[in-house]
């Protein structure tokens, strides 16, 4: 973009800008590689793999999408917090707890953030966290199982938007409140928004699975809550969290919150405000929260309300909170990999502010503040900045580092990617990208070691990049070479969802852990049916238990009789195969839910409440084997009060199995 085309765009107004420069710019006159040599680049020849795993958050779709780089191939789609009809996750009823909330079943949300697990502030491929940005929620990602394993409510928020980043130790995962609500939310007037409003900052302890639960809360001004990153190295032990909206405006945010000329990043020393926690300074708050978690051996999920946490005032605590001025409605902030350079992403700010965290710890203790809000003292801003990215182009939100002293930061409204060196500031390379970056992604490019070799750009809008499919197109990603000097276009990919911010690791720290099939000698399913001797059908008052197994290419039992109108039965089918990739799939026709979908191993349950009676088959929906259309079964539903008995066949050899042993007889009958 030229410099004419910036200066009109910049005197053309920030609104008119956001709405519709985007498309508007197309960068034109940048070299391009020749398709040869970048099909070399990302070309993984068929029967070989990707060198990196990367976690795409979906945005609305509230799941994440797994691709290998650089192939850019969808590899899994995780559902986190959504219902899943591919999977049966949140309709099966093993997993209809995970959805549970202090306002009863959520099924959707929207995924910002994925962050991985780390152990001395380097991804280490255990798990994966990410955020519900609606109903404020963190859940934890096995990375053996690919499978949402835990989700915690965070109380006192509205929005969980600054989150789930992790602290270098892995101790913590963090979750800032988007909007300012009263704490405890309450019946007020909205115009006392500045009397009665506020924001909650929360620390959840996260590093042992099972066991995620809010460490404590901060009680922090009625502002916005955007993005935060824990420091690392001389930083360790401080997080810090970007603020906008320091007017307190509560409507027509647009106008009203970009009135100052800076907000604030607010800086944290959470291990000094721990140490007040741990001293009695916390007051016990209500709050009314979930945690839900998967048992890894019975593979159901419960879902266990909490009603206080602790909550803390800075006031409580001095010298523990700082409030840093940050140009203007700072979006991101990012620490680079040594923990010494604080970047704030001032969305509407024509510079990138970087402040220093040695000058940040002279301030404190010189104390260079200017005045205090809510007892939280303001830190003069040359006090701390370190320097400014001049004209880095329009709209800096993100920034990663490649561990080689540079910086990348997205430009949304000029839609590129801007290359700048640490210290120096100058801007040393641009690269456009189409259309309307949001995040950018170097695999570890927010921990202490990038794997710099590739930047992923996520851009917001699409356009005329991909064959229209009507008026709505796949996000587009873009997979850019970064170990040159100068940036190099490698790859256009469709995403699933929306995606915000994305992680990525070497695939080799994760892909010899992953497990290929669930021990069916370690159930602990309530209901699993460990062979087909133990399968089969009964009664307790009007819900019928179906105890069904499914191997290649039969379920037994397949012919049940007996089930009557005004029944409620539950099936609970168990993959019985013990090897990687065998999955079954269940349904029955008319059901009003998704089929299940069952891994070796597993047990999964299907409800089913028939309405008409009648002959209602059922079939396994996953092709497992040459017979897979031969993998189906009918139900006999009869009206109520019918003398039909209750009876379900199991096979022959079952049948003699089970009178040997004299356990389960071969058809339970039930006579009415
Ligand atoms: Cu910039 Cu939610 Cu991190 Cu979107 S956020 S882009
Ligand atoms: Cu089992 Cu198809």
Same mark, same amino acid.
């Given at each position: 973009?030229n410099?004419?085309?910036?200066t ?15 498309? =508007?710019?197309?960068?034109t ?8 040599d ?6 993984v020849?068929?029967g ?6 990367? &976690? ?15 192939s850019?191939?969808?590899l899994?789609?995780?559902?986190v ?12 009823? @093993? ?8 306002h009863?079943?959520v099924?959707?949300?929207d ?13 280490? !491929? ?16 096995d ?13 006192? =928020? ?7 980043? /992790? ?20 019946d ?14 929360? &620390? ?12 404590f ?6 502002y ?15 997080f ?41 300074k ?13 048992d ?37 902030v990012?620490?680079?990999?040594? !923990? ?11 510079v ?21 809000i809510? !007892?939280?003292?303001?830190? $003069?801003?040359? =006090? ?7 004209n ?6 993100? /920034? ?7 910086a ?15 210290g ?23 921990s ?16 005329d ?5 009507g008026? @709505? ?14 940036? $190099?276009?490698l790859?256009? &990919?469709?995403?699933t ?36 001797t ?14 069904m ?6 379920? /037994? ?15 609970h089918?168990?993959?019985? @195969? ?8 269940f ?12 891994g070796?191993?597993?047990t999964?349950t ?11 088959p ?5 092709f ?9 079964g ?6 109520a009060?019918?003398?039909v ?8 050899? =079952?049948a ?9 007889p ?7």
């Open positions: 973009m410099t004419n085309v910036r009109a765009v910049l005197t053309a107004g920030i609104a008119a800008i956001v709405a519709g420069f985007a498309y =508007a710019c197309r960068p006159g940048r070299q391009v590689l020749t398709a040869g970048v099909a070399g680049k990302v070309y020849p068929p070989q793999y990707d060198e990196y795993y990367a &976690f795409l958050s979906g945005g609305f779709n509230g799941q994440i999408g797994v691709y290998g780089l650089p850019g191939r969808l899994k789609i995780v559902p917090f959504s219902q899943n009809p591919e999977t049966g996750y949140g309709y099966n009823e @093993e997993s209809k707890p995970m959805f549970e909330t202090s009863g079943f099924p959707w949300d995924t910002h953030h994925p962050e991985l697990s780390q152990t001395n502030g380097v991804p280490d !491929g255990r798990w994966l966290f990410i955020n519900g940005n609606n109903t404020p929620r963190i859940a934890r990602i990375l053996t199982t690919f499978e949402t394993s835990e989700i915690l409510e965070i109380p006192n =928020a509205a929005g969980g938007h600054a989150s789930p980043f /992790t602290t270098p130790d892995g101790r913590y995962v963090v979750s800032a409140t988007r909007f300012s609500v009263p704490v405890p939310n309450a007020v007037p909205i115009e006392t928004y500045q009397k009665n409003f506020r924001g909650t900052l929360s &620390f959840i302890k996260a590093d042992e699975p099972g066991k995620m639960d809010i460490a809360q901060v009680l922090m001004p009625g916005n809550y955007d993005l935060g990153h824990a420091g690392k190295g001389p930083s360790d032990g401080w810090f969290f970007t603020t906008y909206n320091s007017e307190q405006a509560y409507t027509k945010l647009e106008l009203n919150a970009s009135k100052n000329d800076k907000d604030f990043i607010a800086a944290i020393n959470y291990r000094a405000m721990e140490q007040c926690v741990n001293a009695g916390a007051q016990q708050a209500t709050a009314d929260y979930r945690h839900n978690y998967v890894p051996h019975s593979r159901v999920a419960t879902s266990t309300r909490s009603t206080s946490v602790k909550m803390i005032d800075p006031r409580d605590c001095p010298g523990a909170l700082f409030l840093l001025p940050t140009p203007k409605s700072p979006h991101g990012d620490v680079d990999p040594t !923990g010494e350079y604080i970047v704030g992403g001032g969305k509407l700010a024509t990138i502010p970087v402040h220093s965290f040695t000058k940040l710890a002279r301030a404190i203790e010189q104390k260079a503040f200017d005045g205090e809510d !007892g939280i003292p303001i830190l $003069k801003y040359d =006090a701390t900045i370190a320097g400014e990215v001049q880095p182009g329009l709209g800096p939100l993100h /920034t990663e580092f490649d561990g080689r002293g540079f990348y930061t997205s430009m949304f409204i000029s839609s590129e990617i801007v290359k700048w060196k640490l120096t500031w100058e801007v040393v390379d641009r690269m456009p990208v189409y259309y309307s970056i949001g995040h950018l992604m170097i695999p570890g490019g927010d202490k070691q990038p794997w710099g070799k590739y930047v992923l750009a996520m851009n917001k809008i699409t356009k990049r991909y064959l229209p499919t008026p @709505e197109l796949a996000q587009s990603a873009q997979l850019i070479d970064i170990t040159g000097e100068k940036m $190099k276009m790859l256009d &990919f469709p995403t969802g929306e995606p915000h911010y994305a992680q990525a690791l070497p695939a080799t720290l994760i892909k010899d852990k992953s497990i290929k099939f669930h021990r069916l000698s370690e159930s602990t399913h309530p209901h699993v049916s460990k062979a087909e133990e399968a089969g059908i009964s009664r307790t008052g009007k819900t019928v238990h179906v105890k197994v499914a191997i290649r290419s039969h379920f /037994t039992p397949d012919n049940i009789e007996g089930v009557q109108i005004g029944d409620t039965v539950l099936f089918v168990t993959n019985v @195969e013990q090897d990687w990739d065998i999955l079954h799939g349904a029955v026709l008319g059901a009003n839910n998704a089929e299940l979908i069952i070796p191993g597993e999964r299907l409800k089913w409440v028939p309405r008409n009676p009648g002959v209602y059922f079939y396994c929906t996953d497992c084997s040459a017979l897979h259309q031969e993998m189906q009918y139900v006999r539903v009869s009206p009060g019918s003398r008995p209750l009876v379900a066949n199991v096979s022959p050899r =079952a003699t199995q089970a009178a040997r042993a004299q356990a389960l071969s058809a339970k009958r039930v006579e009415r």
